[in-house]
């Protein structure tokens, strides 16, 4: 058990539609990274939020957002689905705020979330 | 960051070592080696990381070669558990680097009993 949960585990939902995944960091994290797999693309980073403020984006969509709360917590918003968009979503969380000051620094991953869109 | 390359696929027997390797052969000076795996239907996990000299952990070993340009991630005895994608990445600690990992296509480790 990493420390990071994720909710939900599974989520199918119709093409156009909007969804809200949760990310819950370790305790004592500030950092919360966003992942996607897919069977093509395979692990890609997504957006990085530090202690509320986002810090770093990768390959993420313009459908996408999402945001780091007071607690913590951060959540990621995906509207307007495609099929393409069925794919693993994992949240890592980290001590650091990946700034690059620490190239030592672990990145703990949660579960994830399984998105199907029909 | 600099990139890594790593077998497709290897194949090893339970309770023997297991060797897997990691080109990379742009590595800077700046750059750790870290290695996480990701079992089938979890998230990855961290395993191991290292700079210039070999480590050990409770996980595994890390042999990191002379000039760096490539590194081994041994692990003793492997058991089914281990089977697994396993991930080489390199991560810099120069300010202004970018926090998030950067995954290539992995090794695929499979462990017969």
């Known amino acids: 058990d990493s420390g990071v949960t994720q909710t939900p585990k599974h989520l199918i939902t119709a093409t156009g539609q909007r969804v809200t995944l949760r990310c819950s960091p370790r305790?004592?994290?500030?950092?919360v990274y966003w992942y996607q797999q897919s069977l093509d693309q395979g692990l890609q980073f997504l957006i990085q939020y530090y202690n509320g403020e986002e810090r770093a984006k990768g390959n993420i969509l313009e459908r996408f957002s999402a945001q780091q709360f007071p607690d913590l917590h951060s959540e990621l918003n995906l509207s307007s689905l495609e099929l393409g968009d069925s794919a693993l979503y994992f949240c890592?969380?980290?001590?650091?705020?990946?700034?690059?000051?620490?190239?030592?620094?672990?990145?703990?991953f949660g579960p994830g979330t399984r998105l199907l869109v029909l | 960051d600099a990139k890594t390359t790593q077998p497709n696929s290897m194949e090893s027997n339970e309770e023997e070592p297991v060797h897997l390797p990691c080109n990379h052969s742009t590595i800077s000076g700046t750059d750790y080696i870290h290695w996480y795996r990701q079992l089938p239907s979890q998230g990855p996990e961290y395993v191991i990381h290292?700079?210039?000299s070999n480590v050990n952990n409770r996980m595994a070993s890390l042999a990191i070669a002379e000039d760096r340009k490539s590194s081994t991630l041994i692990l003793h005895r492997a058991t089914l558990r281990d089977a697994a994608v396993y991930y080489c990445?390199?991560?810099?600690?120069?300010?202004?680097?970018?926090?998030?990992?950067?995954f290539g296509k992995g090794t695929k480790l499979s462990v017969k009993p």
């Open positions: 290292g700079l210039t």
């Open positions: 890592a969380s980290s001590v650091a705020s990946g700034q690059g000051a620490d190239g030592q620094e672990t990145q703990y």
């Open positions: 990445i390199l991560r810099d600690v120069l300010w202004g680097s970018q926090g998030n990992l950067i």
């Open positions: 305790s004592g994290d500030l950092s």
